[in-house]
Structures are given as structure tokens and as C-alpha cells.
């Protein structure tokens, strides 16, 4: 996601480039990068394990804001809620197809990702 170049670290230029994507980028590169946020081991599908540490760390940032509080049991639930929404083929992971096709066919998703727009009309 950050570390564009695959090197272990995040230079400058490459966290640039991942905030220029998210507030300048259109809706496909805003939610393909999204999709890269996810995709932890960079295999080209997100898996279960995938989703769940990323949706833990969301709630653990969130900390004592989450009402109620989540535990674990409430997590898998969460993310199987979403899989069985995006995982079309019922294999077991998303790829990024399947990610894009199900996040472009809902309109809280395009709604959200696009209200990090910070490009202007004139």
C-alpha cells in the first residue's frame, strides 16, 4: 500500500504517491489501492485471516469508541458477512475483481471512498 517499491521501508516518495492516490485518484485506483490495503501478503487475493487482522486493527484503533465493545466471535462474523457479499465464486478468498465488482455495486462504498476526494471542479 505505502511501500510501492516493495522494500520494507516507506520513503518519501512512495507515501506521497499512496496520499496522492486516496485524496487525487479516481474511484478505480482509490478502491484498487484499498484493495492492496488488504491484501497483506500481496498475493493478488484477500484472504479470511487477511480481512480479519485488518478489520481487528480498525476496531482496536477505534479502541473504546466501538459500541458495544467487539471480541473476536463478533469479527469472523464481520468478515464472513463480507465475504459472503463479495466472494462471488465461493472460493475462499476475493480477488481483486471480485473486490472491485462488489464495491462498485455498492453505493455506501462508492459514496465513502469518493469523500476522500480533495480535487476541486472549477
Sequence with gaps: MFD???SGT??????????????RGSLSEKLRW????????????ISKDEMCSIVSSVYSIMGKYANPAVDSCA?????????KAMDAN??????VDEF???CLKNEAV????????TSFCV
Excluded: K, P
Design 90 to 95: 465461493n472460493d475462499g478468498v476475493i480477488s
Design 110 to 117: 462508492v459514496h465513502g471512498v469518493m469523500a476522500l476526494d
Design 4 to 6: 510501492l517499491q516493495h
Design 75 to 83: 469479527i469472523r462474523d464481520h468478515v464472513d458477512r463480507i465475504f
Design 10 to 23: 516507506i520513503c518519501f516518495e512512495d507515501f506521497v504517491r499512496s496520499l496522492s492516490i486516496l485524496a
Design 34 to 45: 484499498t484493495f492492496t490495503l488488504y491484501d497483506i501478503n500481496g498475493d493478488g487475493v
Design 100 to 102: 472491485m465488482d462488489s
